[in-house]
């Protein structure tokens, strides 16, 4: 089609026929449904639309995908993704998880930004608990709270954040950390980005845990990052609260493919 329309072929039995809803439409109008789509109702049904239209707003990702496919409208790539009011929905917090069977998620910083370690419990009421441990050079903690203005003296202050001595990250205060971690609370496997992250992932290993390799693309994230928003939507995450963890939330972007996987957004 693009062809045609642009003069490179010249096809008089070809006929190209668009409808998209104008930038300006209300995307929740089933008039404006109606507008984009001329067989709703036939072909499309008004009621599956009207429950595509329903999730959409309730997470930005769905809204982008369903503007695009839904209504043809033009929308950007990157989309702001989990709704904070169903994230701070998710404060509730388990009695004790000591002894418990759990994973982790470890993602180290280069040098100065801040590293995290995350378990996840999968409670026998379908819940999950998440349990976040956070690091930070002493000396960066300043100049990143004014450069990102987020109280990050007082996290520390508070000890939702550890601040590790000099400039830059010490991972061997993560890593004991870690193993202390591992004495308290049933740690089945840990998720690890190997990038900047070779010698501590061996360490690890050899410390008993079990180490698993994990991609920052497409094929790696798709299904998780769909299914963390389905459990914050559905009130199935418990988060304790944690600031320093909604304040990443809320920043949190993704990207999408013209297959509508779903990963997070590097930029």
Known sequence: MDLVLSGVIHDSAFFPFISAAAPEDDWTDPEVWKEA?????????????????KEAQESPAKENSFRRYRLNQ????????????????????????????????LDLSSTTDLSAFVLVFPGEDGKFDVLPFFWVPAEGAKR??????????????????EATPGEAIDYDRIRNRIKELGERYQIKSIAIDRWNATQLSMQLDGDGFEVVAFGQGYASMNWPTKKLEEVVLSGRLRHGGNPVLRWMAGNASIETDAADNWKPSKK
């Open 37 to 53: 789509n001329p067989s709703f109702g036939i072909t499309v049904n008004a009621d599956q639309f009207a429950e595509d239209c």
């Open 74 to 105: 033009w929308t950007e790539q990157d989309v702001r993704w989990l709704n904070r009011e169903k994230w701070d929905a998710c404060d509730g917090t388990s009695a004790d998880l000591d002894g418990k069977e759990c994973y982790g998620g």
């Open 144 to 161: 990143r709270e004014r450069r990102d203005r987020v109280p990050y003296t007082q996290w520390i202050r508070d000890g939702f954040i």
